[in-house]
C-alpha cells in the first residue's frame, strides 16, 4: 500500500458528462500529480500541485482541471467527455518537491460509453 | 522536450535466469532523476528503482540493478534470479532535477516482462 487513495476505483460514464476524481496523498506529502495512462498515449503527466498550488502543467487538456484543497487532498475534473478520455487517470504524491520519487495510487479506471 | 524509449515491447525469460530491460532517453540537461516503475496486473505503480544523474555508481535493490550511462543517454534494469512475481510491465521515466522540482515524470512505453516457469 502506498499511501495513496484514490476514489472512485472504477467509473462509468456518458460522453459529454463531468466527474471528479478524488486523491488523498500520503501523509505529510505536499505535492500531488496527476498522469492519465491510455492504449494510445501511454502515461502521461497532466498536472502537478504543491501545498495548493499549481505548480507544473503537461498535457492537460482544456476541459480537464484540478486543485487541491486546505487538507492537501485534490481532484481531477473532467468536463465534456469524449470516448478518447476513457483511461487509467493516477494520483501521485512526494514529499515536498521531492526529486527522489513519487508514490502512485491505485488509479481510477474511467470508461467512457 | 525530454523523450523516454524503451525498443523492447515484451521480454520473455525463463525464472530463475537474469533479463535486462532497455531504456534510452533524450535531454539536454546535465542533472536529472532516472526511474524504474513496475506495475502488475494489478496496476499499482511501484517504484523498483531510482538514479541520481550525478551519481556514477550504479543504484542496487535487492535483485534489481541499473547500468547508467550518461554519455550513452543509457539506463538499463537488470533482474537477477527472476521471479514470477516479477511478471510486469515496466516503465522507465525521466525527471528534471531543474524547476524546483516541479515537473512530473516522462515515461516510456513501457516493455511487458513474461516469467516462463
Known amino acids: 500500500d502506498s499511501g495513496v487513495t484514490q476514489t472512485p476505483k472504477h467509473l462509468i460514464t456518458a460522453t459529454g458528462q463531468r466527474v471528479t476524481l478524488r486523491c488523498s496523498p500520503r501523509s505529510g506529502d505536499l505535492s500531488v500529480y496527476w498522469y492519465q495512462q491510455s492504449l494510445d498515449q501511454g502515461l502521461q503527466f497532466l498536472i502537478q500541485?504543491?501545498?495548493?498550488?499549481?505548480?507544473a502543467k503537461g498535457n492537460i487538456l482544456e476541459r480537464f482541471s484540478a486543485q487541491q484543497f486546505p487538507d492537501l487532498h485534490s481532484e481531477l475534473n473532467l468536463s465534456s467527455l469524449e470516448l478518447g478520455d476513457s483511461a487509467l487517470y493516477f494520483c501521485?504524491?512526494?514529499?515536498?518537491?521531492?526529486?527522489?520519487?513519487?508514490?502512485f495510487g491505485q488509479g481510477t479506471r474511467l470508461t467512457v460509453v | 522536450a525530454q523523450t523516454v524509449t524503451q525498443s523492447q515491447p515484451e521480454m520473455s525469460v525463463q525464472e530463475a535466469e537474469t533479463v535486462t530491460l532497455s531504456c534510452t532517453y533524450d535531454t539536454s540537461e546535465s542533472d536529472y532523476y532516472l526511474f524504474w516503475y513496475k506495475q502488475p496486473p494489478s496496476r499499482q505503480m511501484i517504484l523498483v528503482i531510482r538514479?541520481?544523474?550525478?551519481?556514477?555508481q550504479n543504484a542496487t535493490e535487492n535483485r534489481f540493478s541499473v547500468n547508467f550511462q550518461k554519455a550513452a543517454k543509457s539506463f538499463s534494469l537488470k533482474i537477477s534470479d527472476s521471479q514470477l512475481g516479477d511478471a510486469a510491465m515496466y516503465f522507465c521515466a525521466y525527471r528534471s532535477a531543474l524547476g524546483g522540482g516541479a515537473d512530473g515524470l516522462t515515461f516510456g512505453k513501457g516493455t511487458h516482462l513474461i516469467i516462463q516457469p
Open positions: 501521485a504524491s512526494s514529499a515536498r518537491d521531492s526529486y527522489t520519487e513519487a508514490f
Open positions: 538514479q541520481e544523474a550525478y551519481k556514477q
Open positions: 500541485y504543491y501545498n495548493g498550488e499549481e505548480r
